[in-house]
């Protein structure tokens, strides 16, 4: 479990994230969600150890994580898909998977890419190429795939269906599921389209201007009879 607890925290002088008091269950989807700017990404960062943090503690199972330079982070298991560059685009996939295991030692890694890629077999078409040349889709896939690769607790996503068509959008999230659900994954997401991530999540943080303004059921969020019309454009059907 990571939780969160009096997080004040932003880039230099710049406050984004104002006494942060959550929780991430273990298996979980919890969905982020808020109006551009809001700090959902910060929070992500924050987790990982690249934002600035003033004040407050960061447990994960217990362990007070914060300070943790990003790749010890990584190490204990929390793996962080950012909305850009979450790929080596220059390398072709095959090598974007054996980078993803490189402390992993060269057979085990390879034999971990032939574990992920039976969770991820359109990516069998591609391995021979540039990972720039795959859609939004298929880079995303990657990603994914890359992260299984240290097999982490928890995944933390940065809008991992921002810029994809509704239907790819939809299989990614569809992909996010079955990793909780077959690995037991615990999974953060921040996320812009709201109504599918919150139609899939468990738990639901709607953050406004760096504050928590609600916390529980992602379902009960969607059906709120304000929040969701005044921050997250949900329009009631
Ligand atoms: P969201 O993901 O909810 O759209 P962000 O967490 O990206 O919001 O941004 C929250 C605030 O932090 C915004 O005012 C944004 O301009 C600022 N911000 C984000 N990233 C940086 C950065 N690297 N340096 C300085 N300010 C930043
Ligand atoms: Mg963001």
Known sequence: MLEIQ???????????????????????????VGPNGSGKSTLLKTIMG???????KILFNGTNILGLPPHLVTRLG????PQVDNIFANLKVKENLLMA???LGRDEAKERAKEVLGDFPDLNKYMGRTASMLSGGERQMLAMAMAMMRRPKIMLFDEPTGSLAPKIAFEVLNKIVKLRDDYGVTLVLAEQNV????????????LVSGRVMFEGNAQELLKHPELGEVYLGIKKT
Request: aromatic share 10%; net charge negative.
């Open 6 to 32: 009096e997080v004040n925290a932003g880039y230099g002088r710049l406050h984004v994230l104002f006494d942060i008091n959550t929780k991430m269950r273990d298996n979980d989807i919890t969905v982020i």
């Open 50 to 56: 690249i934002t600035q943090v003033y004040s407050g």
């Open 78 to 81: 929390i793996a962080y898909l």
């Open 101 to 103: 295991g490189y402390t």
């Open 195 to 206: 109504r599918s991530a919150l139609e899939q999540g468990d738990e639901a943080i709607l």
